[in-house]
């Protein structure tokens, strides 16, 4: 059974005629929507209008108010801005099935901005909306959305997401002293974005099925991003997370999943993930190259910081000496656990890799393992920044600043670490 139900009566016209009101009346009356906790009815401009207060009044008989009066009316410019109205009400009550009421000639259009603006958390049923003649100038089924008219639809959304103000505060980046500005690097905080879920909130930089942020969200918080660091974000990869150590070299061909990216490229921005696990930028200034890595604890013990280092070395010929790299934001070992069997294997790579090792589950510092698999690799202790600059908070301690799957389950916000070499 749907938990809110939304009528669409964007497209119609609708003007004083009685008989106009009659008829609308009759169509609305086969509307069925059982016990649904949500009714909305998306209507525009020409079938309203706003008073001082910029309250949405109908031009109504008394019988349409009184149908009208046990819905949400939801009334914008754009279906965009409707859409993503009705949006951010069902996403307070934590909803996810949602009945569409639309008619039959605006179904492929409602279903192409539903692609972009919500997720397959999301179960929509659609029904025809039995259109009366004289509300509607179409009434045949448009099946397909032509390419333009997509894009039309994604310019839209992208054009009101634009307009939304930030949450919770500016957009702020952690940088660190050791990466020198022939880079532009940096990693991310949660704040500055317009994703307004409580666990994605705000700068959310990542979308999947399993969360309520869509794409969209997620292109507008990276467009936002990109604007205060300075880089290009149509040229933007993401690591592809494994939680493994397999590394794509770019330039080559792209594995479907891999933990690491290195480039010599100039102007391209790399990124890793991280909401606990720690995203990891390497810099070498002699050869100008760069690379990413994200390190859970599986990938940790899987070495994907020294692979990612290996990589730079043999693609680039870069130097264990002037290779640098920089831990980004992760959970600490004072909220993050594994079953004992697990933690010995942290305990056997150093026992201060483990705290509490006696019991089921010890509490695990991946920060220290990384480190200590880094400088067991080569890498100078100097050229290791894991402290200051806000690098060792601890994710799942410090909400205010950043996202954390320990504290916030499944529906977890994402940040990032990033680097480019400047063009």
């Known amino acids: 059974m749907a938990e809110a139900v939304l009528v669409d009566l964007f497209g119609l016209e609708l003007n004083s005629r009685e008989n106009c009101h009659q008829t609308l009346l009759k169509t609305l009356n086969t509307v069925r929507y059982g016990k649904a906790k949500f009714l909305f009815i998306i209507c525009c401009n020409n079938f309203s209008k706003w008073d001082g207060e910029h309250n949405c009044k109908l031009e109504t008989s008394n019988e349409l108010s009184a149908f009208f009066s046990e819905f949400e009316i939801v009334n914008n410019p754009s279906m965009a801005a409707s859409l993503y109205t009705i949006k951010q009400k069902i996403d307070e009550k934590n909803l996810s099935s949602v009945k569409v009421i639309v008619p039959v000639h605006r179904k492929a259009l409602m279903k192409a901005f539903i692609d972009q603006l919500f997720t397959e958390v999301y179960n929509f049923e659609f029904e025809d909306l039995q259109v009366k003649d004289g509300l509607s100038e179409q009434s045949t089924e448009i099946n397909m959305i032509t390419s333009p008219e997509l894009e039309k639809i994604q310019d839209e959304i992208e054009t009101y997401l634009r307009s939304l103000p930030a949450l919770n505060g500016k957009l702020t980046i952690i940088t660190s002293p050791l990466i020198p500005d022939i880079f532009i690097h940096?990693?991310?905080?949660?704040?500055?974005?317009?994703?307004?879920?409580?666990?994605?909130?705000?700068?959310?930089?990542?979308?999947?099925?399993?969360?309520?942020?869509?794409?969209?969200?997620?292109?507008?918080?990276?467009?936002?991003?990109?604007?205060?660091?300075?880089?290009?974000?149509?040229?933007?990869?993401?690591?592809?997370?494994?939680?493994?150590?397999?590394?794509?070299?770019?330039?080559?061909?792209?594995?479907?999943?891999?933990?690491?990216?290195?480039?010599?490229?100039?102007?391209?921005?790399?990124?890793?993930?991280?909401?606990?696990?720690?995203?990891?930028?390497f810099a070498d200034p002699m050869k100008k190259a760069c690379a990413v890595a994200h390190s859970g604890w599986r990938g940790t013990l899987l070495g994907v910081a020294m692979a990612t280092v290996k990589a730079m070395i043999s693609e680039y010929g870069c130097s264990l000496e002037d290779i640098i790299v920089v831990l980004g934001p992760s959970v600490g070992p004072c909220c993050f656990t594994l079953p004992r069997e697990l933690a010995n294997t942290f305990h056997n790579l150093h026992p201060a890799c483990v705290r509490l090792f006696d019991s089921p589950n010890p509490y695990i510092d991946i920060r220290k393992a990384t480190r200590i698999l880094l400088e067991q690799g080569g890498i100078l202790s100097q050229n290791i920044q894991d402290q200051n600059q806000d690098l060792n908070l601890c994710t799942s301690c410090h909400p205010e600043k950043f996202f954390s799957n320990v504290r916030d389950g499944l529906n977890f916000g994402t940040q990032i670490g990033f680097i480019s070499i400047r063009e």
């Open 186 to 281: 940096g990693f991310t905080t949660r704040t500055g974005g317009i994703s307004y879920i409580p666990t994605l909130s705000s700068l959310n930089l990542f979308s999947s099925s399993k969360r309520r942020d869509p794409k969209a969200v997620v292109k507008e918080n990276l467009r936002r991003l990109s604007n205060t660091a300075g880089f290009n974000a149509e040229k933007f990869y993401r690591v592809k997370t494994d939680h493994a150590s397999k590394i794509w070299s770019m330039g080559e061909k792209e594995p479907e999943f891999y933990d690491g990216i290195i480039t010599n490229q100039r102007g391209v921005t790399i990124a890793a993930l991280g909401a606990d696990c720690i995203p990891i930028v």
